[in-house]
């Protein structure tokens, strides 16, 4: 099992910043493919980014690209998301997922999934 848990959420203005974090506990952290989730009301949980076992490659969806960057630390068991330029439309329950697969990962079939930490960003 893995156990993980977000912090960092919170209300900004729009063109602000936050840095939402994810500690992992329970399984060897750099075992995993690490991601972020958002869900905002009334839509579907959608996939902003991920980060390979290593660190060696990342990806973003088209609507985050520029803004967010994630990041991971494999001795603090930790994976972030630095988030810049917030827009209204970033407003969402931002979750963290783990996976051993990233393609599994990146379809949103994620083995775990935290509890989410709400962003929002007002206008």
């Known amino acids: 099992q893995v156990q993980l848990v977000e912090s960092g959420g919170g209300l900004v203005q729009a063109g602000g910043s936050l840095r939402l974090s994810c500690a992992a506990s329970?399984?060897?952290?750099?075992?995993?493919?690490m991601g972020w989730f958002r869900q905002a009301p009334g839509k579907e949980r959608e996939f902003v980014a991920t980060?390979?076992?290593?660190?060696?490659?990342?990806y973003y969806a088209d609507s985050v690209k520029g803004r967010f960057t994630i990041s991971r630390d494999n001795v603090k068991n930790t994976v972030y998301l630095q988030m810049n330029s917030l827009k209204p439309e970033d407003t969402a329950v931002y979750y963290c997922?783990?996976?051993?697969?990233?393609?599994?990962?990146?379809?949103?079939?994620?083995?775990?999934w935290g509890q989410g930490t709400q962003v929002t960003v007002s206008s």
């Open positions: 980060i390979t076992w290593s660190g060696g490659s990342t």
């Open positions: 329970g399984r060897t952290f750099s075992g995993f493919v």
């Open positions: 997922a783990a996976d051993y697969s990233l393609s599994q990962l990146s379809r949103g079939r994620c083995d775990y």
